[in-house]
């Protein structure tokens, strides 16, 4: 990607997280920033889908799709073979320095531990917690965390027996997480409006709960480790930015429809969003608490869930062609569109 040259701004910017007028600011260049689709890689195959993780090292992307999760070259965008999992499949954890990829079964209400190198199944385990969705592993203390929607709480496994260590209530529903490496995870809490507890991974406790004004039903969450910066992104087209030692929020940011993912590439200083209408929206970061939108990509309906590549700055997202929706039942009063048969697709996205 080109070098990002910020140019600085001959107006004041109204900030959209106090409503008080601020100094000028250093804005990026939206042509520096120009991103396009570079391929779109067709995988087929039945089911949805959900979370994407990649293993920049060995070059591959892990899938999750319903009963399964897929692993995709990014080398060449075939599919390398695929680990069979429990029904409802969410999320995958890596922990290479063991050799291991977890991945949560939400209507099993268990985990699935796998070999990284040959990708078979090492052991399946149920979890006391309900919908188990996002998952995380914790290298320092070699936990898994997965945080579970239905039973509103996190459950927390030794890496190597998958024996459960600890349960940790929260407010309400968990949504994404990330590991400052530091001692604290921070996990997104799906709530109206939205909230952000942060964990003590020593002590396995939630330490602290912060309010996301502004921000209803967080969902994705990215770090910025270096300058202390947490980007929940959330309904109403917003992305909330909130400072990872007080808690405050510093700033919001204006991003697509229905978004379900946040990235943060500290190479390129660009803050993504993944958003269903089908976009990616990208931001600059002219300071810790400023932030500029410099380029809205056109990617695919649906694309909400991504995965970044921070050394090639590539971002992979998936989706599908969908069809008509079915009728509305008294179960089912908003159905989802159906998925056109085969047409599963990752969309990668970057600078040519």
Not at 28 to 54: C, F, H, N, P
Not at 103 to 112: E, H, I, K, Q
Not at 131 to 137: E, K, T, V
Not at 270 to 281: A, W
Request: glycine share 8%; net charge negative; aromatic share 6%.
């Amino acid at each position: 990607m080109p070098t990002i040259r910020p140019v600085l701004s001959v107006f004041f910017k109204l900030s959209l997280c106090t409503g008080f007028v601020t100094a000028p600011i250093l804005q990026a260049s939206a042509a520096d920033a120009k991103m396009e689709v570079l391929q779109r890689w067709k995988i087929g195959g039945e089911g949805g889908w959900d979370y994407l993780t990649l293993d920049s090292g060995s070059q591959r992307l892990f899938i999750t799709r319903a009963n399964r999760v897929d692993v995709i070259s990014t080398e060449t965008g075939k599919l390398l073979g695929s680990v069979p999992t429990a029904q409802g499949v969410h999320g995958v954890a890596l922990a290479k320095e063991l050799n291991r990829g977890y991945a949560s079964n939400g209507r099993s209400n268990s985990v699935t531990a796998f070999a990284l190198d040959t990708l078979k199944v090492i052991q399946e385990a149920k979890i006391p917690g309900g919908n188990p969705d996002a998952i995380l592993y914790e290298p320092t203390g070699k936990h898994v965390f997965t945080f579970n929607g239905m039973s509103k709480n996190v459950t927390v496994l030794d890496a190597t027996s998958l024996a459960v260590v600890a349960t940790i209530p929260v407010p309400d529903k968990p949504e994404f997480a990330v590991d400052d490496g530091h001692g604290q995870i921070f996990v997104n809490i799906e709530s109206d409006p939205g909230q952000m507890v942060a964990i003590d991974t020593q002590k396995l406790t939630v330490t602290s709960t912060w309010p996301l004004p502004g921000c209803n039903s967080p969902s994705g969450l990215a770090l910025d480790g270096s300058h202390h910066r947490l980007f929940s992104v959330c309904d109403g087209k917003v992305m909330a930015v909130t400072d990872a030692n007080s808690g405050k929020q510093v700033a919001r940011v204006a991003i697509g429809e229905h978004p379900d993912a946040a990235a943060y590439d500290e190479n390129r200083a660009l803050v993504l969003s993944s958003n269903g209408e089908g976009t990616l929206s990208v931001a600059h970061q002219d300071s810790a608490d400023r932030y500029t939108v410099v380029d809205t990509v056109q990617t695919q309906k649906g694309a909400r869930t991504m995965a970044l590549d921070e050394k090639t700055g590539k971002i992979y997202l998936a989706t599908a062609d969908f069809g008509a929706a079915p009728a509305a039942t008294t179960d089912q009063p908003h159905p989802r569109p159906s998925l056109v048969p085969n047409s599963f697709v990752v969309v990668v996205v970057g600078t040519r």
